[in-house]
């Protein structure tokens, strides 16, 4: 059982009951009343939070944000398209390319579309319900969303995206609790990974912990996905936790960062990266990391990964681990912000950002120097940053802000000039945004 938020019982309670009564219904002008209920959102979430333990702030948005999910939003309902594969290559005569900034509200089971100025380029799409992940298609005209599901209502779909038409297709059915996804550089298959559903503990009720429920068949497991037929494949046990998933630019191996699990809230909680090789849909020897890895990102030349250790409990993250993948040994920890839990990195493989989730201060992003492995001066974007990416050129870096553990809920992107690493004006987006995918969308001739 991976647990991940324990206070005391009427603290957790008002403080996920807080996110619960935010008004899920607001347009992205925010009128006067929605923005005084999220003053008081704020106001209910900040004194309750305070009380968690350090290292429950390292999911604080990621966990508490999808507690509200399956409230509906403003979000098209348009019936979804039949979709059986999706193409690898463009499907039509490309007359150009314009970007998409693609953000997953968890809050409001959307997507948000919007353009690198901060305008939206289309309303939002609804998928499923608490979504958490994104990744796009080779041919950037796909993109494919994780319904992760908290609670009663656990996901275990995949909702594919035309980014051409900003239409959904017919979800994929997957494993429990699909909490990251990746698609391989040839674009012909996909791989999800399932954390299981979170529940109530039942050995925790005086406390009103929290957990990943490995009561099911399909937690702890990746699901492959041939995207040229629209199937997944068999699950593939990964081990505890499976938070996060990279796939080397060859395609031959997909990389999956196990959080770990514990029974024991003091107890420590090792993390590790498991290889999945592709060909076989077989694992490899597990690589030992720092505490709660939640993200891992693989460097264009294939040779390097790093691991965004975000820690448990008393057990705080604020390292991320580089992984040599020419022997899958890990060097030294590179110290970064608290609890960072998302990693990108720049498509010339010189940098890597870091958003770190943690209190206060702490919540930033860190860029990091691969040529050295130091660490740069933190960038401030806003409390409780959750997801980063970068665009294909390397220009800006994109950073989903769902709100600090004092401060509540901020809903917004945050854009960071790479040649400067200064933040930009924050972007408006839907509710809890908590992942985020940059792509360079083909447009088609017409007829």
Excluded at 114 to 133: L, M, R, T, W, Y
Excluded at 233 to 242: A, E, F, H, L
Excluded at 309 to 327: K, S, Y
Aim: glycine share 10%.
């Amino acid at each position: 059982m991976l647990n991940f938020l324990t206070s005391r019982p009427f603290e957790t309670e008002m403080a996920i009951r807080g996110w619960e009564s935010r008004d899920l219904s607001r347009s992205h002008s925010r009128s006067r009343d929605q923005r005084t209920s999220r003053q008081q959102a704020r106001h209910i979430c900040a004194r309750p939070m305070r009380r968690l333990a350090p290292v429950a702030a390292v999911v604080f948005v990621a966990l508490l944000a999808a507690a509200c999910g399956g409230q509906g939003s403003a979000a098209g309902h348009s019936a979804p398209e039949t979709q059986l594969g999706f193409s690898t290559k463009p499907s039509g005569k490309v007359i150009g390319y314009r970007q998409v900034i693609c953000v997953v509200n968890a809050g409001s089971n959307s997507v948000s579309f919007v353009n690198k100025q901060g305008k939206e380029v289309h309303p939002p799409v609804a998928v499923g319900n608490s979504p958490f992940a994104i990744a796009l298609s080779a041919n950037n005209e796909w993109a494919f969303v994780a319904n992760t599901g908290w609670g009663v209502a656990p996901g275990d779909t995949i909702t594919p995206i035309n980014l051409t038409t900003f239409k959904a297709a017919k979800p994929i059915r997957v494993g429990t609790g699909p909490f990251a996804v990746a698609v391989t550089p040839d674009g012909k298959k996909a791989y999800v990974a399932n954390m299981g559903s979170m529940a109530p503990a039942a050995s925790q009720l005086a406390t009103r912990g929290y957990y990943f429920d490995d009561n099911v068949t399909d937690a702890y497991t990746v699901t492959p996905i041939n995207l040229v037929t629209g199937k997944p494949g068999k699950n593939i046990y990964s081990g505890p936790g499976p938070g996060a998933v990279a796939i080397t630019p060859n395609g031959r191996w997909a990389y999956v960062a196990n959080a770990g699990s514990t029974n024991n809230y003091a107890g420590t909680v090792s993390g590790t990266v498991v290889p999945i090789r592709t060909s076989t849909d077989t694992t490899g020897k597990p690589i030992s990391v720092g505490p709660g890895p939640m993200a891992i990102a693989i460097t264009p030349n294939g040779r390097w990964a790093y691991v965004a250790n975000a820690g448990w409990w008393t057990h705080e993250g604020h390292t991320v681990t580089p992984i040599n993948l020419l022997t899958n040994q890990a060097l030294a920890p590179i110290p970064v912000g608290a609890a960072p839990i998302a990693i990108a990195i720049t498509p010339n493989g010189r940098w890597a950002y870091v958003a770190n989730s943690g209190y206060g201060s702490d919540s930033t992003v860190t860029p990091i120097n691969l040529a050295t492995n130091k660490p740069g001066p933190p960038i401030q974007v806003g409390p409780g940053p959750v997801a980063i990416a970068i665009s294909p050129h390397g220009h800006w870096a994109y950073a989903a802000v769902a709100g600090g553990v004092t401060t509540g809920p901020d809903d917004i992107v945050t854009p960071i000039n790479l040649n400067s690493n200064q933040p930009g004006k924050p972007i408006v987006v839907g509710i809890a945004p908590g992942a985020i995918a940059v792509a360079d969308v083909p447009e088609l001739a017409q007829g």
